[in-house]
């Protein structure tokens, strides 16, 4: 009992400091106030038909001038509030740890548990090197892991390296599923630039975000769309972002410039490694297909492009994931080369594929597209092909 009590005591928390915490809720009250301030009911104020429609389109910029701040405070808010509790590491476990790492060359310091949301345990620690040498952060996680007998790695914002200078590390457990990707794409002919781009990112640990972006039309300018949809998607998602939250703000952004010809596709298949699961949002994007052995499943759902709405509201896919299942991702340009058949031959097609990578995959069934559309590219075609095996 008094032990219990005693690790109780040594239980450690870190938060921002008063001073941050009380100028990020004064911000985000701030945020709230103007946010409010925008959010009024539309009243026309005259009975001119273009003069109303003028009002309406300058109601609803504010309508999403509004939203996005309320996004931003509600931001502030939980890193303000956030609280992270350490758990100290038993004492035996410490010291095999310290005496270990030290005949390597690496100093370790304050070894703790840090307790997931999900349940699961990662490892803090403070480690440098004692003989002005460099040790790779996942030699480090490997060294540990004999230790704890625990698969670790290192997160995706913890540094790469051990240095002379003491750093923080934070190792988590290893995901039960690997992800790998593999893309393929075939220019519309006559332009030298795609109107296709896609992005892979990590934006949290066990988790892989992958996207896929179809400007309107082809060429530089298609291209420049798309790109720039992806930008803003990943700078919001690495900076923890809900995905619908910066789905939204995206198309609202959109939705405000108000330009005609300016509506980008979005595809995105956000697969949680540790879950062995994934969710498919597509806002105006083609079909996915999902390959298990020779069973394939086609999945589409019938969203606009962005921009074209002010608001949207995404109803995400989701699949469990099982040792061996391919996703394929593919743009317009795909299934407008195989015409009214698209969905029942690239489902024949994919599943008569066997035991290849995802880039592999992705380049025969570029070529089997160029086929079946007689050789010609008539539009920009890109597909892109994640596998997930059991580590």
């Known amino acids: 009992m008094r032990r219990r009590k005693r690790e109780e005591r040594e239980l450690q928390t870190a938060q921002v400091s008063d001073l941050c915490r009380r100028r990020l809720l004064g911000y985000a009250d701030s945020f709230h106030e103007l946010a409010r301030s925008y959010d009024r009911e539309f009243v026309p104020e005259t009975d001119d038909r273009e003069a109303v429609l003028a009002q309406r389109r300058l109601w609803e910029s504010r309508q999403i001038i509004s939203g996005h701040l309320d996004e931003m405070a509600k931001i502030m808010t939980e890193a303000a509030c956030e609280v992270l509790s350490f758990h100290p590491m038993e004492g035996r476990k410490k010291r095999l740890l310290t005496q270990a790492l030290a005949e390597e060359g690496i100093q370790v310091e304050s070894p703790h548990y840090l307790p997931r949301e999900d349940g699961r345990q990662a490892v803090v620690l403070t480690m440098s090197t004692q003989r002005g040498e460099k040790v790779s952060a996942e030699d480090a996680a490997d060294m540990i892991s004999v230790l704890l007998d625990r698969r670790l790695i290192p997160a995706a914002n913890t540094p790469y390296v ?3 200078t003491p750093q923080s590390f934070i190792l988590e457990e290893e995901a039960g ?11 519309k002919e006559g332009e030298t630039v795609s109107g296709d781009n896609y992005a892979v990112v990590e934006p949290g640990r066990g988790r892989v975000t992958v996207m896929l972006s179809d400007g309107t039309g082809s060429g530089e300018r298609a291209g420049k769309d798309s790109e720039r949809v992806l930008d803003l998607m990943e700078k919001m998602l690495e900076a923890e972002y809900d995905i619908d939250a910066a789905i939204n703000m995206v198309n609202t952004a959109l939705f405000a410039a108000g330009e005609d010809i300016n509506h980008p596709t979005l595809d995105i298949c956000d697969i949680d490694l540790y879950e062995g699961s994934c969710q498919m949002r597509k806002v105006g994007g083609a079909a996915t297909f999902l390959k298990r052995a020779q069973e394939v499943e086609q999945m589409e759902m019938g969203n606009l492009p962005l921009g074209i709405f002010g608001q949207m509201d995404i109803l995400p896919v989701e699949r469990k994931l099982q040792d061996g299942d391919y996703l394929v991702m593919v743009s317009d340009g795909v299934m407008d080369a195989f015409g009214a058949e698209y969905g029942n031959t690239m489902t024949d097609v994919i599943a008569g594929i066997q035991d290849c990578s995802p ?8 070529r089997f597209s160029i086929c079946a559309s007689g050789g010609r590219i008539r539009d920009d075609m890109t597909i892109g092909v994640i596998g997930i095996w059991k580590t």
């Open 162 to 164: 051990v240095e002379p």
């Open 177 to 187: 599923f690997l992800a790998l990707t593999g893309f393929a794409k075939a220019v």
């Open 359 to 366: 880039t592999e995959i992705a380049e025969r069934l570029l």
